[in-house]
Antibody, heavy 123, light 106 residues
């Protein structure tokens, strides 16, 4: 089954770090650009970051720039989000999402989503 | 930054009703506009891309229209499984989602 599965969420103290992972299966992961999108409790969707197939085009939302780092390992069909200097405002369910068009160099249409992983920042 | 607004923020409808949601961008985004469905505890689902194209496998009761700054999303005949929050999202520049429209049963 074509799917994305996130992992790595959990409870972290303010100022702490966490690394999220997203594993893709049953599609050619290396040919699709990927995104992270989050949803804080009771809030709407917020785009977080984008990486193209080779990691040569990377974009971040202003809210996470300088604190989060997106990366990927195509050999492992995996996407990552390293999150540092976490604050209460980063508490959210984090989704990885696939671009619909192969080899996109900028974020656009997100056609496949994982079920999400919950990150809670609290002391 | 381009801002997105949606209206209404919520609506209560009956099964079989026509549902119309509007989305407005703060500047011209041509047709770089998508619509997603989000149910609690579930992954978002792409419904409409590039303003008016129905995504693969999505029911034809969902449709979209518009260009520039004003866009419309329609559910022609609401079904119980359509109860969800609907989000527009532009990608003329870095993506921004609208605030969402929550649809529930009257």
């Amino acid at each position: 089954e074509v799917q994305l599965v996130e992992s790595g969420g959990g409870l972290v103290k303010p100022g702490g770090s966490l690394r999220l992972s997203c594993a893709g299966s049953d599609f050619t992961f290396s040919t699709f650009s990927m995104n992270w999108v989050r949803q804080a409790p009771g809030k709407g969707l917020e785009w977080v970051s984008f990486i193209n197939t080779r990691g040569s085009y990377i974009y971040y939302a202003d809210s996470v720039k300088g604190r989060f780092t997106i990366s990927r390992d195509n050999a492992k069909n995996s996407l990552y989000l390293q999150m540092n200097s976490l604050g209460a405002g980063d508490t959210a369910v984090y989704y990885c999402a696939r671009e619909s068009r192969k080899y996109n160099t900028s974020p656009g249409v997100l056609d496949l989503w994982g079920q999400g992983t919950l990150v809670t920042v609290s002391s | 930054d381009i801002q997105m607004t949606q209206s209404p923020s919520s609506l209560s409808v009956s099964v079989g009703d026509r549902v119309t949601i509007t989305c407005q961008a703060s500047q011209d985004i041509q047709k770089f506009l998508n619509w997603y469905q989000k149910k609690p505890g579930k992954a978002p689902k792409l419904l409409i891309y590039d303003a008016s194209n129905v995504a693969t496998g999505v029911s034809s009761r969902f449709s979209g229209s518009g260009s520039g700054t004003d866009f419309t999303f329609v559910i022609s005949s609401l079904q119980p499984e359509d109860i969800a929050t609907y989000y527009c999202q532009h990608y003329f520049s870095l993506p921004v989602f609208g605030p969402g429209t929550k649809v529930d049963i009257k």
